[in-house]
């Protein structure tokens, strides 16, 4: 089966050890977040993922074959650094860079508008990059990074600095090309839109893995339970503040009481206590957020 994978990969510069020990396999066609606090290593595993950076120890490879140059020409980036050619034209622009990776005449052009249109970027078409806003600009870049149909495209925190109604737009046009079979890496800070998108994750943090796969293979992970209780009334808080290892989480505009409890609590005699302490309104057994997952697997790293 086709995939990417890391074994072992390190990668220090001088004194820091920015990637200590990084691991996973990514089959071809899924789509991967890229998790962990400032710092963690994130950049610099993408770097190495697209040949950029050469690790000091660890193999990767793509399908089978180490990441070279020919390889790396099939893959895309959005790098952390955005650059684009300020006096160039935004058509002109991602149309170069399809170019560049061996798109050619009259298709990159072709192209070029079908992106366009995908990312709303119309109005602009024809304005010089160096015009335009922030967001706007990161649209063209990630076009310029997706124009010659990676077989893998990367992209550096895409959604930072977008509104949401951009960000929308954005996750809409990554949708597309994860139908159409592209492997994608994404590393993000904002956990719903990864959570939606991603298929797999891969939580790192100084440089090693805490956590990997799937939501319901992280969720089968988790060692204990969240319950959340409604109303949210010092009475229903009372039973669990009789358990000492039920832990106070979230409050959901304080209308919810959510708790963390024991893997092995009896929620049907946990039901009994609370009802017995006043009107309970709902009881429900939650499973834990890539958030949470996010949170509980970095630990004092956040
Ligand atoms: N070229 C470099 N020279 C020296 N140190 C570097 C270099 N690149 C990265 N580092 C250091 O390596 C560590 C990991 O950095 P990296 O950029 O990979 O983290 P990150 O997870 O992408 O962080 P962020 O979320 O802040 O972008 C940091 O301590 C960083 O300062």
Same mark, same amino acid.
């Given at each position: 089966?086709?995939?990417?994978i890391?074994?072992?990969?390190?990668?220090?510069?001088g004194d820091?050890?920015?990637?200590?020990d990084v691991s996973?396999e990514?089959?071809?066609?899924?789509?991967l977040?890229?998790?962990?606090?400032n710092?963690?290593g994130?950049t610099?595993?993408?770097?190495?993922i697209?040949?950029?950076?050469?690790p000091?120890?660890g193999?990767?490879?793509?399908?089978?074959?180490p990441?070279?140059?020919s390889?790396r020409?099939?893959?895309?980036?959005?790098?952390?650094?955005?650059?684009?050619?300020?006096?160039m034209?935004v058509r002109?622009?991602?149309?170069y860079?399809?170019?560049?990776?061996?798109?050619?005449r009259p298709?990159?052009r072709?192209r070029?508008?079908a992106?366009i249109?995908l990312?709303?970027?119309?109005?602009?078409?024809d304005?010089?990059?160096?015009?335009?806003?922030?967001g706007?600009?990161?649209?063209?870049?990630?076009a310029s990074?997706?124009?010659?149909?990676?077989e893998l495209?990367?992209?550096d925190?895409?959604?930072?600095?977008?509104?949401?109604?951009?960000?929308e737009i954005?996750l809409?046009?990554?949708?597309?090309l994860r139908?159409?079979?592209?492997?994608?890496?994404?590393?993000?800070?904002?956990?719903?839109?990864?959570?939606?998108l991603?298929?797999?994750?891969?939580?790192?943090?100084?440089g090693?893995v805490k956590?990997a796969?799937?939501l319901?293979e992280?969720?089968a992970?988790?060692?204990?339970?969240v319950?959340e209780? &409604?109303?949210?009334? $010092?009475?229903?808080? %009372?039973?669990f503040?009789? /358990?000492p290892? !039920?832990?106070?989480?979230y +409050?959901?505009?304080?209308?919810t009481l959510a708790? &963390?409890?024991?893997a $092995?609590?009896?929620a %049907?005699?946990?039901?009994r /206590?609370l009802v !017995?302490?006043g009107?309970? +309104?709902?009881?429900e057994r939650?499973?834990?957020?890539?958030?949470?997952?996010?949170l509980?697997?970095?630990?004092p790293a956040?």
């Amino acid at each position: 089966m086709n995939k990417l994978i890391l074994s072992g990969v390190a990668r220090s510069f001088g004194d820091i050890q920015a990637v200590r020990d990084v691991s996973f396999e990514l089959p071809a066609g899924s789509t991967l977040g890229l998790l962990g606090p400032n710092g963690a290593g994130k950049t610099t595993t993408m770097r190495m993922i697209l040949g950029i950076l050469v690790p000091d120890r660890g193999t990767l490879t793509w399908n089978g074959e180490p990441i070279d140059l020919s390889v790396r020409r099939r893959f895309g980036y959005l790098p952390e650094e955005r650059g684009l050619y300020a006096k160039m034209r935004v058509r002109d622009q991602i149309a170069y860079f399809g170019r560049l990776h061996g798109v050619h005449r009259p298709d990159d052009r072709t192209r070029a508008d079908a992106w366009i249109e995908l990312l709303g970027l119309r109005p602009y078409a024809d304005r010089k990059c160096g015009e335009l806003s922030k967001g706007n600009q990161q649209k063209v870049q990630i076009a310029s990074a997706a124009l010659h149909q990676p077989e893998l495209l990367v992209l550096d925190e895409p959604f930072s600095g977008l509104d949401p109604v951009n960000a929308e737009i954005l996750l809409d046009a990554l949708r597309t090309l994860r139908t159409a079979g592209t492997t994608l890496i994404i590393s993000s800070h904002q956990m719903w839109q990864v959570e939606e998108l991603c298929e797999r994750f891969c939580i790192i943090a100084s440089g090693t893995v805490k956590a990997a796969g799937t939501l319901p293979e992280l969720r089968a992970q988790w060692p204990t339970r969240v319950i959340e209780v &409604e109303p949210a009334t $010092d009475a229903l808080r %009372a039973v669990f503040a009789r /358990d000492p290892l !039920a832990r106070a989480l979230y +409050t959901n505009g304080r209308a919810t009481l959510a708790y &963390e409890v024991p893997a $092995d609590t009896d929620a %049907a005699s946990l039901l009994r /206590d609370l009802v !017995a302490a006043g009107d309970v +309104t709902r009881f429900e057994r939650v499973e834990p957020r890539l958030n949470d997952i996010y949170l509980r697997a970095v630990g004092p790293a956040a």
